[in-house]
T-cell receptor
Framework: DQQVKQNSPSLSVQEGRISILNCDYTNSMFDYFLWYKKYPAEGPTFLISISSIKDKNEDGRFTVFLNKSAKHLSLHIVPSQPGDSAVYFCAAISSAGGTSYGKLTFGQGTILTVHP | GAVVSQHPSRVICKSGTSVKIECRSLDFQATTMFWYRQFPKKSLMLMATSNEGSKATYEQGVEKDKFLINHASLTLSTLTVTSAHPEDSSFYIC??????????FGAGTRLSVL
């Protein structure tokens, strides 16, 4: 039961262009979403997050958009740089109580390659 | 962001031995830490939630006697893989929460069991 899905295993983008990474979720209890960047053999690095009360959050070159009705979020990177090449994971969390409280549920990841 | 240190980064051990992995929050106190496992080309799978001063909460299918978790202080959680076997070879990652929803991750530990 994959509650968070990243349907694109990989994405290739030219340097300077926009990278758009997509993520869908099924659990309506999720109310906070995060994007992480990961290099091989390293732990994930936090990039940006968004609460379900917002539809957009921006931090420098990174912008996350949330469409609650569609249960869809996306990460935009503008402009893309070769150093952005990595695996990007979206993750979701439910702030409600119960057994799922505080746990991150990750998508499968998307490999982003930015070509010079 | 907050800094989480994980040690060792890589360990190779013989089958049947036990391996301890440490996870430390360096600049904050963490009442809750998390342990994940990542299989090759797969997502991160939550193994257990480590709670300071109490027993860890394990996810379904994770053997608590196999993966012993101790969270003795607000800055340290340890994962011990007991009687390791080749199928336990994997990439283990810990994370800690500063109090909000954001989890900060350690660099991970590559365990290879021969």
């Amino acid at each position: 039961d994959q509650q968070v899905k990243q349907n694109s295993p990989s994405l290739s983008v030219q340097e300077g262009r926009i990278s758009i990474l997509n993520c869908d979720y099924t659990n309506s209890m999720f109310d906070y979403f995060l994007w992480y960047k990961k290099y091989p053999a390293e732990g994930p690095t936090f990039l940006i997050s968004i609460s379900s009360i917002k539809d957009k959050n921006e931090d420098g070159r990174f912008t996350v958009f949330l469409n609650k009705s569609a249960k869809h979020l996306s990460l935009h990177i503008v402009p893309s740089q070769p150093g952005d090449s990595a695996v990007y994971f979206c993750a979701a969390i439910s702030s409600a109580g119960g057994t799922s409280y505080g746990k991150l549920t990750f998508g499968q990841g998307t490999i982003l390659t930015v070509h010079p | 962001g907050a800094v989480v240190s994980q040690h060792p980064s890589r360990v190779i051990c013989k089958s049947g031995t036990s391996v301890k992995i440490e996870c430390r929050s360096l600049d904050f106190q963490a009442t809750t830490m998390f342990w994940y496992r990542q299989f090759p080309k797969k997502s991160l799978m939550l193994m257990a939630t480590s709670n300071e001063g109490s027993k860890a909460t394990y996810e379904q299918g994770v053997e608590k006697d196999k993966f012993l978790i101790n969270h003795a202080s607000l800055t340290l959680s340890t994962l011990t893989v007991t009687s390791a076997h080749p199928e336990d070879s994997s990439f283990y990652i810990c994370s800690a929460r500063t109090g909000g929803n954001i989890q900060y991750f350690g660099a991970g530990t590559r365990l290879s069991v021969l």
